[in-house]
């Protein structure tokens, strides 16, 4: 098994480690966000989302488990990466610029990393039923709750800009690293990442409005 | 083409060895031929550098026609200048205005050490090439050319990646100092044509590991390598090597071999 360790240790295989929880992680806001649309259809129904999702009992703490770790991956991985890539440039540039390659999320990717993490500890510490009690409130009550207080509502809606300016740089970016570059493809893939990018960020950014508005 | 003079104030980075510090000193570049490359405009601050009793500015050069990767500084934050796809030696003062003052440093990267002023170490990238960049081929007779069919798309798509003339800038220009665009390109162009495919797996493991072992920065998918590379080597051929990576790694039979490590 050394080979293994072998393998992931290397520049390229950081990356594969870094791509291929990242694409996990979008297939979860995919499915996450799609749940939470159910709010659309008014309290109820969004309790009822939530109500199915426990139902789904060994399955929901294997998926709990599987995206833990994941996490746990990328943000290690990317603290290596953080650090050697810092090293690997001892003298700075006086004058830096660009040629037109990278972009404001390909830049801040560290830094709205970060952020995310935080932001997922707020989020679970506000709305987990490990943390928070759900048998005396239902899920939407929590959220009005939550929402209500203005520091949550700001910094749920900025963290969800944040996440956007991560997906954008992190989608296409996946699929590069794990090869999947392809002439007919790759353009729509460098398109996807921007519409899923807003996609999420509106998507989950007009969750806690809604939910004030409905209450 | 009307020639002028341009006056310049150029910002270079002077440093006298290896381990000595280094900074930026001020030159006037004073009459100067719109005509002259960039290399030219160098050669006639050096004169008079020379003339005063000073020491030159070293910087790199062979060719002077954009084909061995000799030349590059990064100038204004640019690896060979503003000038896309263009090499150093190749770029004219004619992109420059008078009165501009210019930054000239050298391509910076830990794996890349400075040897003096704007002249860097690359044997980092010959030692990557000598790791796998080549196919083993047995003297004798030349076989016939015919006896392996490559498709031209295969034979477009390896060349497009031979362009590679090794100066560096895709280091230079990466905000991770990484080596990806070249190694790749060095991998592509023989991973792409069948005689190359023998030994593929072996290679992408080999020239990997000494990649790692020089010290170079992890791509992080800026895309600033092909923007800078004077030969336009696109980031689809460090998805190929990504591919042919991981087809080596968890496919065939080869261990990635330790690297020999540069001191
Ligand atoms: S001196 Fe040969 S490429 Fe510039």
Known sequence: MTWVLRTLSTSIGKKQLMAVTG???????????????????GGPAFVAYAEHLHALG?????????MALALIIHVLTAVVLFFENRAARPVKYAVDKSGGGRTFSSQTMPYTGLLVLGFICVHLATF??????????????????????????????????????????????AFQTVGANHPKYMPFIEKLSIVFAVIVAIGFGSLPLIILAMR | MSSKSINLTLKVWRQQGPKAPGRLETYKAENISTDASFLEMLDIVNERLTLEGK????????????ICGMCGSVVNGRPHGPQKETTLCQLHM????????????????????????????RSALDQIIAAGGFISVNTGQAPEANSLPVPKDKADLAMDAAACIGCGACI????????????????????????GRPEAAKRALAMLAQMDAAGFGNCTNHKECEMECPKGISISNIARLNREFLKAALASAEEIPAATKKE
């Not at chain 1, 048998?135 to 956007?164: D, E, H, K």
């Not at chain 2, 004619?94 to 704007?118: C, N, S």
């Open chain 2, 55 to 66: 020491e030159p500015i070293a910087f790199d050069h062979d060719c002077r026609e954009g």
């Open chain 2, 94 to 121: 004619r992109h420059f205005q008078d009165g501009d003052t210019v930054y000239i440093e050298p391509f910076r990267a830990r794996a890349l050490p400075v040897v003096k002023d704007l002249v860097v170490d």
């Open chain 2, 172 to 195: 230079a220009a990466c905000p991770n100092a990484a080596a990806m665009l070249f190694t790749s390109a060095k991998i592509s162009q023989l991973a792409l044509l069948p005689h």
């Open chain 1, 128 to 173: 987990s039923h490990h943390i928070v009690d759900q048998t005396t409130r239902n899920i939407f009550q929590i959220a009005v709750a939550v929402f209500s207080q203005p520091v949550y509502l700001v910094i749920y809606l900025v963290s969800m800009i944040i996440l956007g300016f991560h997906v954008r740089h992190g989608l296409w970016s």
């Open chain 1, 58 to 66: 060994k399955l929901l703490v294997a998926a709990e488990v599987l």
């Open chain 1, 23 to 41: 694409l996990l992680f979008l297939l979860f806001l995919a499915t996450h966000l799609l749940g939470n649309m159910s709010i659309y259809g």
